[in-house]
């Protein structure tokens, strides 16, 4: 299962927080999307949910837009 969350506005710590809520519903192998629209939000999610053991790819997937896939390991 891919959850998707429309983060394209927002600052920090509000994607962290969306992304926390609905990762601590899924099971291993599931998956959040994140999409922000923000340099340092993109860092910052990549930063601290690393730091939770779970497998993350990055993509700028057009200039100035980030896709962060989250998946419970």
Same mark, same amino acid.
């Given at each position: 299962?891919?959850?998707?969350?429309?983060?394209?506005?927002?600052?920090?710590?509000?994607?962290? *927080?969306?992304?926390?809520?609905?990762?601590?519903?899924?099971?291993?192998?599931?998956?959040?999307?994140?999409? +922000?629209?923000?340099?340092?939000?993109?860092?910052?999610?990549?930063?601290?949910?690393?730091?939770?053991?779970? *497998?993350?790819?990055?993509?700028?997937?057009?200039?100035?837009?980030?896709?962060? +896939?989250? +998946?419970?390991?």
């Amino acid at each position: 299962m891919q959850i998707e969350i429309d983060c394209l506005g927002d600052m920090c710590p509000v994607p962290y *927080l969306k992304a926390s809520k609905e990762l601590a519903k899924l099971e291993k192998g599931d998956s959040v999307l994140i999409i +922000t629209d923000h340099s340092c939000v993109a860092r910052a999610l990549v930063e601290k949910l690393a730091k939770d053991s779970y *497998l993350i790819e990055e993509d700028e997937v057009m200039n100035g837009v980030w896709e962060i +896939t989250v +998946t419970v390991d």
